[in-house]
C-alpha cells in the first residue's frame, strides 16, 4: 500500500525559514515524479513544485519561485521542501503526493494527509 | 497563465445526477483529472484523463471533455459523495500544474 506521510509543520515567523519532509512507503520511490500541493484552510488547492524521479528537473509555481526549494533523497524514500523567506500567504496545509505513472508528470494518484504551516508573527 | 473555472457549489437530491463543469480555453486540446476531497481529509483521484477512473471508484463517476468545457458526472448521488471536486491540467506552456477553484456538492 502506497504511503506518504508528511512531516515538519510547525508555526514560523515571516521571513523564517522551515523544512518539510515526506516519507515514502509501500513503492519504489526512485521510479516516481513526486510533488508538493498546498491548501489555504478552507479555500482551494494549488500547486507548489515538482521533482522529476531522479531529482533531475524541478519545478515551482511563480508564488514560490526563488524562496522554496524540492529536493529528494532516493536512498532515505524521502521528499523534501526548504522553504524560507516565508510571507503569511504561505500559511496552508502542504501535501506532497505521487505522480500517477513512474517517470512521468503524470495527475496525482496518492496524497499524504497533510502537513499544517502557519506563518505569523 | 492558464485559468480553470469552476462553479462554487452544486447541489443535488439522492439519488439523481450531479454534474460538475470546469472551463477553460480549448480545454478539449488538454488532458483533465478530477479530485475529490472529503471534509478534513486528503484529495483522491476519481476521475483521470478525461475518462478514465482508478481502481476502486464505481463506474457512478464519469467524465467527458469537448469544447471549452470538462464534466465530471456523478450518478446515483449519495450522502457519502459530498465533498469538494477540483478539476487539473498540465499546462504546457508554463509547466505547471493548474487546479480549478472547486466545486462543493452538496447532497440535499
Known amino acids: 500500500e502506497v504511503q506518504l506521510v508528511e512531516s515538519g509543520g510547525v508555526v514560523v515567523q515571516p521571513g523564517g525559514s522551515l523544512r518539510l519532509s515526506c516519507a515514502a512507503s509501500?513503492?519504489?520511490?526512485?521510479?516516481?515524479?513526486m510533488y508538493w500541493v498546498r491548501q489555504v484552510p478552507g479555500k482551494g488547492l494549488e500547486w507548489v513544485s515538482l521533482i522529476s524521479y531522479d531529482g533531475g528537473t524541478t519545478l515551482y509555481a511563480d508564488s514560490v519561485k526563488g524562496r522554496f526549494t524540492v529536493s529528494r533523497d532516493n536512498s532515505r524514500d524521502s521528499l523534501s521542501l526548504q522553504m524560507t523567506s516565508v510571507r503569511p500567504d504561505d500559511t496552508a496545509f502542504y501535501f506532497c503526493a505521487r505522480s500517477r505513472l513512474p517517470a512521468a508528470v503524470a495527475c496525482f494518484d496518492s496524497w499524504g494527509q497533510g502537513t499544517l504551516v502557519t506563518v505569523s508573527s | 497563465s492558464y485559468v480553470l473555472t469552476q462553479a462554487p457549489s452544486v447541489s443535488v437530491a439522492p439519488g439523481q445526477t450531479a454534474k460538475i463543469t470546469c472551463r477553460g480555453d480549448d480545454i478539449e486540446t488538454k488532458s483533465v483529472h478530477w479530485y475529490q476531497q472529503r471534509p478534513g481529509q486528503a484529495p483522491a483521484l476519481v476521475v483521470y484523463?478525461?475518462?478514465d477512473r482508478p481502481s476502486g471508484i464505481p463506474d457512478r463517476f464519469s467524465g467527458s471533455n469537448s469544447g471549452n468545457t470538462a464534466t465530471l458526472t456523478i450518478s446515483r448521488v449519495a450522502a457519502g459523495d459530498e465533498a469538494d471536486y477540483y478539476c487539473?491540467?498540465?499546462?504546457?506552456?508554463?509547466?505547471?500544474?493548474?487546479f480549478g477553484g472547486g466545486t462543493m456538492l452538496t447532497v440535499l
Open positions: 487539473q491540467v498540465w499546462d504546457r506552456r508554463s509547466d505547471h500544474w493548474v
Open positions: 484523463d478525461d475518462r
Open positions: 509501500g513503492f519504489t520511490f526512485d521510479d516516481y515524479t
